[in-house]
């Protein structure tokens, strides 16, 4: 919990609520879960509706710079329709799915300075008003993290990670942002990238995974961007080297000489229009239905119970994919990053301060 608060809308005497998250990191797709805690006000009152929002901290660009703000990317009603009496103590739990593009907020328990959130709304009498705040901390999935181990065990390591408001074109992007996690080029590429930018996009069959490489210039040409995209299955995690996988995307990304463009006001051009040369590959032939899938229902916000890893695993991490963790943020701990959630999230007003 980062704040609680009298509900300013409902009037002095109104309720107050307080918001508790079960403890632990949430995978995307998965279950979050908790207990909104209401404490009643000087006179009984009717809850008409009692909400949750998922918001992030999210970068755009502009022509004439980049600006940030707090977006909701999805909402959830858990109660309403009670008569909440006066000075009384009511809970409701709740059970919500997360988005599957829901963006990871920290590996293996180091953050990595994305600012997510879970606030709560309360309805009484027609009067809604923005209650308590929470830091919301989200793990990679199972394939997620294999492709993070192996680029950490190939060299790359960690540079910063942020969210950006816009669409990737040619993917099945479902949220207006998209999370960049900027890497820095293993020794053996050092001489042809500055630095290579990942971007994961989950599903409830598997992952697209996004490249782009920044390439240096030579002597008479100018540094370029190359771009390309891949796509795992669940049921990869413990079916593939994922070592020489990943190399190989590497390799396929850098040998790339056309060139990506600029990105778009909000988020990329479509790099997959005819005729720009990027490379599609594909890490599975069928769509069929994973053992990680099994615990899930299919269609957006479905959620499950937890998450399986594959054969090996979760063994040990190797010190070179833990390298990726290392340092992150300039240093930032968890504690630093629960402020920084209230301090980001609590100035920020209805109308102005969010996007949809």
């Known amino acids: 919990m980062v704040f609680k608060r009298l509900l300013g809308a409902?009037?002095?005497?109104?309720?107050?609520?307080?918001?508790?998250?079960?403890?632990?990191?949430?995978?995307?797709?998965?279950?979050?879960?908790?207990?909104?805690?209401?404490?009643?006000?000087?006179?009984?009152?009717?809850?008409?509706?009692?909400?949750?929002?998922?918001?992030?901290?999210?970068?755009?660009?502009?022509?004439?710079?980049?600006?940030?703000?707090?977006?909701?990317?999805?909402?959830?009603?858990?109660?309403?329709?009670?008569?909440?009496?006066?000075?009384?103590?009511?809970?409701?739990?709740?059970?919500?799915?997360l988005p599957w593009e829901t963006p990871v907020s920290e590996l293996y328990g180091q953050p990595l300075g994305i600012v997510?959130?879970?606030?709560?709304?309360?309805?009484?009498?027609?009067?809604?008003?923005?209650?308590?705040?929470?830091?919301?901390?989200?793990?990679?999935?199972?394939?997620?993290?294999?492709?993070?181990?192996?680029?950490?065990?190939?060299?790359?390591?960690?540079?910063?990670?942020?969210?950006?408001?816009?669409?990737?074109?040619?993917?099945?992007?479902?949220?207006?942002?998209?999370?960049?996690?900027?890497?820095?080029?293993?020794?053996?590429?050092?001489?042809?990238?500055?630095?290579?930018?990942?971007t994961f996009l989950?599903?409830?069959?598997?992952?697209?995974?996004?490249?782009?490489?920044?390439?240096?210039?030579?002597?008479?040409?100018?540094?370029?961007d190359a771009l390309t995209r891949f796509t795992v299955s669940h049921h990869d995690v413990g079916a593939r080297d994922w070592n020489s996988e990943v190399d190989g995307w590497i390799r396929q990304l850098v040998e790339h000489r056309a060139s990506y463009g600029s990105h778009a006001t909000y988020g990329h051009a479509d790099p997959y229009a005819a005729g720009n040369g990027y490379g599609h590959h594909s890490a599975h032939g069928s769509g069929h239905p994973s053992d990680h899938e099994s615990d899930h229902e299919s269609g957006h916000g479905s959620g499950h119970e937890g998450h399986r890893s594959g054969p090996g695993l979760g063994t040990a991490v190797a010190a070179g994919a833990a390298g990726l963790a290392v340092g992150v943020v300039g240093g930032l701990v968890a504690a630093e990053v629960v402020d920084e959630v209230g301090d980001f999230f609590e100035g920020d007003d209805d109308e102005g301060g969010e996007e949809d």
Do not use: C
């Open 10 to 97: 409902m009037g002095a005497g109104g309720p107050s609520v307080d918001t508790v998250l079960d403890g632990g990191a949430v995978a995307p797709g998965g279950i979050l879960s908790g207990q909104v805690h209401l404490q009643g006000g000087s006179a009984d009152v009717e809850i008409e509706h009692i909400g949750l929002e998922l918001i992030a901290r999210v970068e755009a660009e502009h022509e004439d710079g980049e600006s940030e703000g707090a977006v909701v990317f999805e909402r959830f009603t858990v109660g309403g329709g009670f008569r909440l009496a006066e000075q009384e103590r009511h809970s409701v739990p709740f059970r919500v799915s």
């Open 116 to 198: 997510l959130g879970v606030r709560t709304e309360l309805a009484v009498a027609g009067a809604r008003d923005k209650g308590d705040l929470d830091p919301l901390a989200v793990r990679p999935l199972p394939v997620q993290e294999a492709v993070l181990e192996a680029l950490g065990q190939l060299g790359f390591g960690f540079k910063s990670a942020d969210l950006e408001h816009g669409h990737i074109g040619g993917t099945g992007q479902q949220l207006p942002f998209y999370q960049e996690i900027e890497l820095t080029p293993a020794p053996q590429y050092a001489h042809v990238v500055n630095e290579i930018e990942l």
């Open 202 to 224: 989950a599903t409830p069959a598997g992952l697209e995974i996004v490249l782009e490489a920044d390439k240096r210039g030579g002597l008479f040409e100018s540094g370029q």
